[in-house]
């Protein structure tokens, strides 16, 4: 029976821990890189290497950035008034690809989820009370957590918290994006349609 160097199959071992890599996708990546020349499989390597490092969290809005603000939250051309508030920033990257928003995000770093160990205090709501505590400005809150279990659990317990807030508008996207469905996987015209057509909550 043909075996693979150990190495190679340690390669493949590492690609399947990735999120939705099988072992077939695994081995494809793989080969795909020994086919490619040494300084390809190089420069790959010292990019992930590097992923981890020369970035930190935006002090305002907690997406990624290179900087103490992100792009966005240091564009002031955006509409400070409105924050739309989402689960990641895989979310927000969603959401900027319509187009359509023009306001700022709060990433909240995950969603409350009880079956695993996940409460309120593990994601940032806190600093969002904060925030708009700090922030008079802020007039309207646009919840975008998916449309899931625990996107609904989260963007409940949100509505419950911001109730000390009388004058604050609190809508939800429009029913556009599918039940059960992430944020991250809809198609721009969904996304664009669904913040349209926002809701009171």
């Known amino acids: 029976m043909y075996k693979l160097p150990k190495n190679i199959e340690e390669a493949i071992k590492e690609f399947q821990k990735l999120p939705s890599i099988g072992a077939k996708t695994a081995e494809r990546l793989v080969f795909f890189l020994l086919r490619k020349p040494e300084s390809f499989s190089e420069h790959f390597g010292g990019t992930m ?25 240091a564009d002031d051309t955006r509409e400070s008034s409105t924050i739309c508030i989402v689960e990641e920033t895989t979310d927000l990257i969603a959401l900027e690809k319509t187009g359509g928003f023009k306001g700022k995000y709060h990433v909240l770093g995950g ?18 009370v904060n ?49 059960g469905g992430d944020l991250e996987y ?8 669904a913040l349209s057509n926002r809701t009171n909550f």
């Open 186 to 193: 809809a198609d721009e015209e969904t996304i664009s349609r």
């Open 49 to 73: 290497s590097k992923l981890k490092k020369n970035w930190s969290l935006c002090q305002e809005c907690f997406s990624f950035s290179e900087h103490e603000k992100c792009s966005i939250c």
């Open 111 to 128: 969603v409350v989820s009880p079956l695993k160990g996940i409460g309120p205090d593990h994601i940032r709501v806190r600093e969002l």
């Open 131 to 179: 925030r708009i505590e700090t922030n008079k400005e802020i007039s309207e809150i646009i919840l975008a957590t998916n449309p899931n279990i625990e996107g609904e659990t989260t963007a409940m317990y949100i509505v419950k918290t911001l109730k000390d807030f009388p004058n604050l508008k609190v809508t939800r996207l429009a029913r556009g994006l599918p039940s």
